[in-house]
């Protein structure tokens, strides 16, 4: 590993804000010289002495100058009394990218994805319908035939012409039937108006339900995980001299 040492001028403007000029050796992360602004990962619950929590904080320009000249605005702040650190929390680190096509660029300090889709964003899903109809029954109907037949006011007898019979077999014998299994020599009968009436049956109406095909309303996006605590060097460590 490369070390990094102070140089005059930032050793003094180290010493001013309370770095540590120590024998050269190489920075660790999460160790006492680490570079400032130098983020490591400890399994235990606080971070060590010169290290903070990698949680978003708010930081006073003037009691943290170091840091807040590397880190500067970046990550939030009004650019002038405060600036705030990253926020790792329930987040995970990804590689910078302004330079490989085949991958979604990523900027410095840059926040994207979420932990769940909701429902609506999803443009295209499986569900399940149903539909329940009501009002149906079976159809009904009612034929009537309403037949008028012409009489004489006056002896309130039958008039259907001469001889005035409904049916009669004048030359057929006391034998003739008026009645014939055959549709030969139809004859319309005058007066008769068939009416029908009655329900068709069936659907009348009905409502749609649209059940989700999850229990939740959004997907988890979440891989398996393990929370341990991001620390970051803002009191702490060595100044990082930017290559030429």
């Known amino acids: 590993m490369n070390t990094k040492f102070l ?5 003094l403007a180290a010493l001013a804000g309370g770095l540590m000029l120590a024998e050269p050796r190489p920075a660790h992360a999460c160790d006492s010289t680490p570079f400032m ?8 619950d606080f971070c060590p002495d010169g290290y903070t929590q990698v949680a978003g904080q708010q930081m006073a320009t003037q009691q943290y100058q170091a840091v807040a000249a590397l880190l500067g605005y970046r990550y939030g702040g009004d650019n002038r009394t405060y600036f705030l650190l990253p926020n790792l929390q329930s987040r995970t680190p990804v590689g910078v990218n302004t330079s490989l096509p085949t991958l979604r660029s990523v900027a410095l300090a840059q926040y994207r994805g979420q932990e ?5 964003a999803i443009t295209v899903h499986d569900h399940v ?13 009612k034929v009537t035939l309403n037949a008028s037949v012409p009489t004489d ?15 009669a077999s004048p030359t057929g014998g006391s034998g003739a039937q008026m009645w014939s299994a055959s549709l030969e020599n139809q004859v319309p009968i005058g007066g008769v108006v068939p009416t029908v009436s009655g ?12 059940t989700p095909s999850s229990d939740n309303n959004y997907v988890n996006t979440i ?6 605590l991001a620390c970051i060097a803002v009191n702490t460590g060595m100044w990082p001299q930017k290559p030429e």
């Not at 769940?116 to 609506?120: K, L, S, T, W």
């Not at 319908?129 to 109907?141: C, E, L, N, R, V």
């Not at 006011?153 to 049916?167: H, I, K, R, S, V």
């Not at 329900?199 to 749609?208: A, E, M, P, Y």
Request: glycine content about 16%.
């Open 129 to 141: 319908a149903s539909f329940a109809g009501t009002g149906a029954k079976a159809p009904t109907y």
């Open 37 to 44: 602004g130098s983020i490591c990962f400890t399994a235990v």
């Open 153 to 167: 006011p006056n002896t309130n007898t039958f008039t259907l012409g001469n001889p005035a019979n409904l049916a």
């Open 223 to 228: 891989p398996p995980e393990l929370g341990i």
């Open 199 to 210: 329900s068709l049956g069936g659907i009348t109406g009905g409502t749609v339900t649209v």
């Open 116 to 120: 769940a889709i909701p429902f609506q």
């Open 7 to 11: 140089g005059a001028p930032v050793a």
